[in-house]
């Protein structure tokens, strides 16, 4: 059965997140697309909050938002536990953000990109794999408190 994952953007996001929505369904998985539906202008929290719920009870691996500049979204995604959002801007900080950091959570700022090059950044976050060792010690220090 195919991967269901979240996404969803505010209206900066609305066109680009059309485009990974086909490209979510030509990779094989399964977009639930949670809004917004038009280039209306709205606000990010409420898209952020329904993407990282999914990702912190489980229903869903991982998960995709985009707004202007990815952070809104990164802002109210994080305070969900277990959800580590990530805002990437090129490919390498993507695939880091995997391997170091085991994102859950991309975040693409969608006024700072482009349509191709966030198609790329989706690929390499859905194909890259947590590298783990160290890196474990370390994901496990974000939610210790005081840290690790
Ligand atoms: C909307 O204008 C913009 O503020 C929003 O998309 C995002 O960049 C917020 O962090």
Known sequence: MAEVIPIAADHAGYEMKQRLVEELRRLGYEPLDLGTHSSESTDYPAYAHDVAERVEDGTAKRGVLLCGTGLGMSYAANRHKGVRAAVVWNDEV?????????????????????????????????????????HIRRVEGIDAEGGA
Request: charge should be neutral; include cysteine.
């Open 94 to 134: 993507t695939r880091l953000s995997r391997e170091h950091n085991d994102a859950n959570v991309l975040v693409l700022p969608s006024r700072c990109i482009g349509d191709d090059e966030a198609a790329r950044m989706l690929r390499t976050f859905l194909d890259t794999p947590f590298a783990g060792g160290r």
